[in-house]
């Protein structure tokens, strides 16, 4: 069955701490793989994608994620976050149009 | 270029009364998709809507919910006779295309739905 597991449900870093957020997937095909952000009582906002080419992919606000097929993950990453990335970032796997997602990652900063 | 816009943003409901959620998509996008998300959950297929068809409605309960993206005016998702547990945030995404998911999702604000 397809699936996205984001084991953690919390994280808690420092300001100025690097961050890596796990994401795990079960797909049968090539996956095009996603993440969002959601603020408080905001949409979501799409961070960064990955379709195919190079597995390191550069997103917006200094994020990047990597594609490890052998691993099936596609992790974020930020070198150093800010207060203001504080929200809660959701991981998503498709094959065509109905996007399926992890339960989401709550990212809480620590001044 | 006004973003997805979904409205009411809040909105109560008694139990056994209808909800109707309304989602203006992107200008020039012609694809609507609706997700539900309940509290510390991911978000969760709805349906998939072009103008005046419906082209993927598994996500969907099979009472009580509907969904509309007419010719003319917003997408509407609605739930007749709510229950407690169709307590939920409720976002809707567009597109400018549909197909193979290769495309970005817009997503509104979504609107939060509590039942009494």
């Known amino acids: 069955a397809q699936s996205v597991t984001q084991p953690d449900i919390h994280i808690t870093v420092s300001e100025g701490a690097s961050l890596e957020l796990r994401c795990n997937y079960s797909y049968g095909a090539t996956p095009y793989l996603f993440w969002y952000v959601q603020s408080p009582g905001q949409g979501l906002q799409l961070l960064l994608k990955y379709f195919s080419g190079d597995t390191l992919v550069q997103g917006i606000k200094g994020f990047e994620a990597e594609f490890k097929r052998s691993q099936s993950s596609f992790n974020l990453r930020k070198p150093s976050v800010h207060w203001s990335d504080a929200a809660e970032y959701f991981c998503a796997v498709t094959g065509n149009y109905q996007l399926i997602w992890g339960a989401g990652t709550k990212l809480i900063i620590k001044p | 270029n006004a973003g997805v816009m979904q409205n009411p943003r809040h909105l109560v409901r008694r139990r056994g009364q209808e909800a109707r959620l309304r989602c203006s998509p992107m200008?020039?996008?012609?694809?609507v998709y609706w997700y539900r998300q309940l509290p510390e959950e991911g978000l969760k297929f709805m349906v998939y809507l072009q103008k005046e068809n419906i082209i993927d409605e598994s996500g969907m309960p099979k009472e009580r919910f509907s969904a509309e993206f007419p010719k003319e005016g917003p997408s509407i998702l609605r739930i007749q006779q709510v229950v407690r547990g169709d307590s939920a945030a409720y976002f809707c995404?567009?597109?400018?295309?549909?197909?193979?998911?290769?495309?970005?999702?817009?997503f509104g604000e979504g609107s939060r739905l509590t039942v009494l």
């Open positions: 200008k020039g996008h012609s694809h």
């Open positions: 995404a567009s597109s400018p295309t549909g197909t193979s998911g290769t495309g970005e999702l817009f």
